[in-house]
Every structure is written in structure tokens, then in C-alpha cells.
């Protein structure tokens, strides 16, 4: 069995189901992406949200903002204060729930993710990522499927690269730290290969 996932272009938001290829039910709802597995290699990993072929802000979305200054969009890895943003993406809500998500330029190889703090404090030590597609569960053992927990950055600047124990064929990622300090804020980017 795999695991079936994809993008709601309505919500922005990515979905998983625990159906098997065989009993997904083809939908005329053209607002729904379904993926299907690929087995490829990513040899040669690169930014996905701001590298060679970066995604538009509005390919950035969070769970909240505490203000426009601090908008998703500002997310991007190495961004830098001014006088329109922190340089950074904060939550509004301070709890567990929150993340900061990506649809990529199309399907992708995900093989981690790199996270900077916010340029003027240091916030998320720890986070998860998810993923949209994944033909096995990359987050734990399998019969358990508990989220895999990688350590976040402990200063400002420094970027914090987690390798996932292996790749993942996604749409679109997310980052959910689930500690921090004060207050969720971050920047990242999510390493990987298009597949187009």
C-alpha cells in the first residue's frame, strides 16, 4: 500500500490519504491534484523555493501571520530586513499547529530542507516536514507512521540542512515547528529535484 496525496488549489493546502492506488476514485472535481508514485534518483539536489527556477509568492502559504510584514513570502532562505518585511515568516498563533507550506513548480524530488532563524532572533529548534506524495512513509517506522523530528537552527543566520532518511516524490512540502523559542518564525528552503 501507499500512501495517495495532492493539492487542493482551492484551500492551497496539501491532502493524504491512507487508499491504495486501486481504490482511488476518479473525480471530475478539477480543482484536485492527485499524484502518482515515480522512481527516480535526485543526485544533484538544489533549492526548490528559491533556486534556479524559484517559486512565486504566491506558491508560499502558512497557517498564519502575525502581520504583513511577516507574510509567507518573506520566507525565502538568506532573506534580509528592510523597510517592507522582518525578513522572515511569523505565525500568529503560537502552538504546535502551525507551518509554513510550499507547492513547488511541479512534481519534485524531495530530499530535506534547509531552515535559518528569523534575521533578528532565533526561533524554531525542532520541526517536522511533510510531504505531499510519499510512496513510503519517510516520517518513523511505518507501522507507526509518527512524524520524523529533525533539529532546527539555534542562531539567526547559521542555515541548518536535514537530510530525510530518503527522498520523497511531492507536489508540495511543509515545515511545522514544534518547538521554539518565543515566538514561530522562520526561513527555509526545501532541497530536492524537479521532475519536469
Known amino acids: 500500500m501507499c500512501n495517495i496525496c495532492g493539492y487542493d488549489k482551492l484551500s492551497k493546502t496539501c491532502f ?11 473525480t471530475s472535481d ?17 533549492y526548490l523555493v528559491n533556486g534556479r527556477n524559484p517559486v512565486t509568492d504566491a506558491q508560499l502559504s502558512a497557517s498564519s501571520v502575525y502581520a504583513p510584514h511577516y ?12 523597510l517592507t518585511t522582518v525578513g522572515a515568516w511569523a505565525a500568529a498563533i503560537i502552538d504546535a499547529n502551525q507551518y509554513i507550506q510550499v507547492q513547488f513548480n511541479g512534481l519534485s524530488l524531495v530530499t530535506g530542507v534547509a531552515l535559518q532563524g528569523r534575521p533578528i532572533n ?19 517506522p511505518t507501522d507507526t507512521k509518527t ?13 541548518v540542512t536535514s ?15 514544534v518547538a521554539y523559542v518565543t515566538h514561530i518564525s522562520l526561513r527555509f528552503d526545501i532541497l530536492g ?4
Request: proline fraction near 9%.
Open 147 to 159: 512524524d520524523k523530528v529533525f533539529d532546527g537552527n539555534t542562531d539567526q543566520d547559521t542555515v
Open 16 to 26: 493524504i490519504s491512507d487508499d491504495s492506488e486501486d481504490e482511488i476514485i476518479p
Open 122 to 140: 532565533t526561533d524554531p529548534s525542532i520541526f517536522t516536514v511533510g510531504c505531499c506524495y510519499q510512496r513510503q512513509p519517510f516520517f518513523g
Open 71 to 82: 507574510e509567507a513570502n518573506w520566507a525565502r532562505l538568506n532573506t534580509t530586513p528592510s
Open 163 to 177: 537530510i530525510l532518511p530518503s527522498q520523497v516524490t511531492a507536489l508540495c512540502a511543509r515545515v511545522n515547528p
Open 30 to 46: 478539477n480543482t484536485k491534484l492527485v499524484l502518482n508514485p515515480a522512481e527516480y534518483i535526485c543526485a544533484n539536489a538544489e
Open 193 to 196: 529535484c524537479p521532475l519536469n
